[in-house]
């Protein structure tokens, strides 16, 4: 799909995932965690960005950071860069190391702060190859319960807990713990425009501190969707929303689907539309997975964001 520029302004607070190229290991032992965990600290401190928590998996990373200065584009232009030349060149390898552009949800810190710092620091539970968050070595979770390397700025968080930091880290670890049995909650990544998560309010302040008109950064209604897609395939609305079973209808409705998705909206929102349940809607979406719903969802998230921009 086309892409969208990132939203970026002093203060800003992201969730940053870094993912391989086509799923590949970015880390091949400890040794290159540390040198990645090494970099991180070294351009926190060359670029003044504040570090909440981190994550590194075996083929992807996961960073919430707030950027008072530099913006996070540059940010991650250089760490990636200096990281991947570290492993290609350690390993005698060519070609992107990374999957093409990194994924920055703009969060509402208020809101999405500490249930990020505990998603982020459940990612090797979610994995299965970690019981308990305190057991995985490359996280931030351990600076949280007291292990003080200085990298991850803590204290911010904790005092959300209470003044008394041993008392901070016991509330801190039980809210954690409380949501070891929780999957992955998709909700982090679906977001307005595939880079906002807050509400109407903070999408107002978002607009104002971004120098953007608030509907720029809106998602489509369903209503200009629908257009779009029947414009786009020839087919009539009426034959997307009823249960017809024709090739050229199934398709229109999948893409309906899966841009409504790729737009931060939730395939709930569809159901009273399109009257089939959650679970029908999701498999109909996988229409964009072919290549010939690759190139047209493209082709309907380039319109639709030149509808919003005009």
Known sequence: MARLPRIQFPNAFYHVIVRGNQQQAIFSGDTDRMAYLELLNRYKKKCGF??????????????????????????????????AQYFNRKYGKVGHLFQGRYKSFLCDRDQYLLSLVRYIHLNPVRAKIANEPHVYRWS??????????????????????????????????????????????????????????????????????????????????????????????????????????????????????????????????????????????SKSSRVVDSSEGRESIKKLMKRLYSLIQA
């Open 50 to 83: 504040i570090l909440y928590a981190y994550v590194l998996m075996n083929n992807h990373v996961h960073l919430l950071v707030e950027t008072p200065e530099m913006p996070i584009s540059k940010i991650m232009q250089m760490l990636n860069f200096t990281y």
């Open 140 to 281: 931030s979770h351990g600076e949280y319960m007291g292990k003080n390397s200085g990298m991850v700025d803590v204290d911010r968080v904790l005092r959300l807990f209470s003044e008394n930091k041993a008392l901070a880290r016991r509330l801190y670890s039980r809210f954690v713990n409380e949501a070891t049995r929780e999957g992955r909650d998709e909700s982090y990544y679906k977001g307005i425009e595939q880079q906002i998560l807050g509400d109407e309010k903070f999408i107002e302040k978002v607009a104002k501190a971004a120098g953007r008109t608030e509907e720029s950064i809106r998602k489509p209604s369903i209503e200009t969707l629908l257009k779009e897609v029947e414009r786009l395939t020839g087919v009539k609305r009426e034959e997307i929303i009823v249960r017809s079973r024709s090739a050229q209808a199934v398709f229109a409705r999948g893409l309906l689907i899966g841009a409504w998705r790729e737009s931060g909206g939730r395939i709930a929102d569809l159901q009273s539309i399109l009257k089939r349940d959650i679970s029908t809607l």
